[in-house]
């Protein structure tokens, strides 16, 4: 549940519950308190957009105070895998900065509580916000969550569609295949291009099942409209966050099984921050990948890092060239150098290359006199939906 309303006076939690969330008051007015020999103590009044019971969250623990609805209030549940996640993902340094900073909470409200009713002798004690660690402040973050749980939301609910990039054979422009590219159709938002998702989808953890559900979907889908006997190979994008377990052999290995889908038309395609972190592990990953019969593409070359020690160490079949670098060929300046040299380079090392983002038809002879067997970009096709597919195989 992302939403929950409490009428005035309900208890949102108590003290001494474990506490697995945290919540976001989107509106009304909730009450902070404790009980201490019978006496009554406000510890703080939240209003619209305020956090509170983020503490407990991160560190594991129990409500130190009670949450009461003062009006009818409304609050929006942040589940504690979510800020955990969070905070794991931060610098480390953030994370210790945290700890400390929530034992230093703990130890001042303990004192605070226990000294207060006998100090103060009256029956209703209110404090400042500042002293209590139920509470904190938010606006930012209300804007993440209802960002996150829409993209849980579309996932579940199969929004998320591959749209088809034609990858063309330079020489002679006829269709090898196509990229996937997810779209979000989103019953609000419409159309909603991956630079609006895909960040968010990484930073929740969610982007896995999103690569996921469009090679699912794009296996399905090319696989009903391609013709018997034509075979254009798939290619589909793989977030970094798979190169750290094995999870996606497997699912991978249970799409193809699936749809049917011929492995040997299947690449995959990874960009290099997919490597940097654990290449060991990520070598091992793109190893039992090949296993299955899927071969892999090297995406985004020539952006990141483009070490050539990751080329002749790591088992690629294709290597992409970035349409920044593609755009400066027949330019005069090095970046020609640069391309030509990759692309021998490639070659020699029995890669197949495509280049990026061929906007205008004056690379081609460029591109075919270096030996790039294969070119993607908007002279050729944008990326289309899978109603238009057969439209394209035809033509
Ligand atoms: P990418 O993998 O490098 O995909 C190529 C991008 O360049 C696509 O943008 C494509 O529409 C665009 N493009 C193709 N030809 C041209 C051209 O001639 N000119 C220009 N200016 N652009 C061209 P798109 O579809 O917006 O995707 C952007 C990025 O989002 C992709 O870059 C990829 O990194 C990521 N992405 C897309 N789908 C997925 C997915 O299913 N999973 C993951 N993890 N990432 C995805
Ligand atoms: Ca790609
Ligand atoms: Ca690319
Ligand atoms: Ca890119």
Not at 114 to 126: A, E, F, I, Q
Not at 223 to 232: E, I, N, Y
Request: charged residues 20%.
């Amino acid at each position: 549940m992302i939403r929950k309303t409490y009428l005035p006076g309900a208890t949102i939690f108590f003290e001494g519950q474990p506490a697995d969330c945290a919540y976001i008051v989107e509106r009304g007015q909730v009450e902070i308190c404790a009980v201490r020999d019978r006496t009554h103590i406000t510890l703080a009044t939240l209003g619209q957009g305020e956090i509170f019971g983020e503490m407990a969250v991160l560190d594991d623990g129990v409500r130190s105070a009670e949450a009461r609805a003062v009006q009818e209030t409304e609050v929006l549940i942040i589940r504690s895998d979510q800020l955990r996640r969070r905070i794991l993902e931060a610098e480390p340094i953030v994370g210790q900065v945290l700890s400390s900073l929530i034992k230093r909470f703990r130890q001042a409200q303990t004192g605070l509580l226990s000294d207060l009713p006998t100090r103060m002798g009256t029956s209703h004690v209110v404090m400042p916000n500042a002293n209590c660690d139920e509470i904190g402040s938010s606006g930012a973050a209300l804007e993440w969550l209802l960002r996150e749980y829409d993209l849980e939301r579309g996932l579940a609910a199969c929004e998320f569609v591959p749209f088809f990039q034609p990858i063309v054979m330079i020489e002679d422009r006829s269709i090898a295949g196509f990229e996937a590219l997810a779209r979000w159709r989103h019953p609000e938002r419409g159309l909603v291009p991956p630079s609006e998702f895909i960040d968010l989808g990484e930073r929740c953890g969610l982007i896995r099942h999103i690569d996921l559900a469009i090679i699912a979907e794009a296996c399905r889908l090319l696989r009903q409209a391609t013709p018997v006997g034509a075979t254009p190979f798939l290619s589909v994008n793989l977030s970094a966050q798979h190169f750290t377990d094995f999870g996606v052999v497997a699912s991978l290995s249970k799409i193809l099984s699936d749809t049917g889908f011929d492995p040997a038309h299947l690449k995959v395609e990874l960009t290099e921050t997919a490597l940097v972190q654990d290449p060991r592990k990520a070598h091992e990953v793109l190893t039992q990948i090949k296993g299955l019969g899927v071969t892999i593409a090297l995406d985004d070359f020539g952006t990141g890092y483009s070490s050539l020690s990751y080329l002749h160490s790591f088992p690629f079949d294709v290597l992409k060239i970035d349409q920044s670098f593609v755009r400066q060929l027949g330019k005069p300046g090095r970046t020609h150098d640069i391309v030509e040299t990759i692309i021998m380079l490639a070659n020699r090392m029995g890669m197949l290359v495509v280049a990026e983002g061929i906007e205008t038809p004056d690379l081609i002879p460029p591109l075919q006199q270096l030996g790039c067997t294969f070119g993607q970009g908007y002279h050729y096709s944008r990326p289309v939906p899978a109603s238009e597919l057969a439209g394209l195989l035809a033509r």
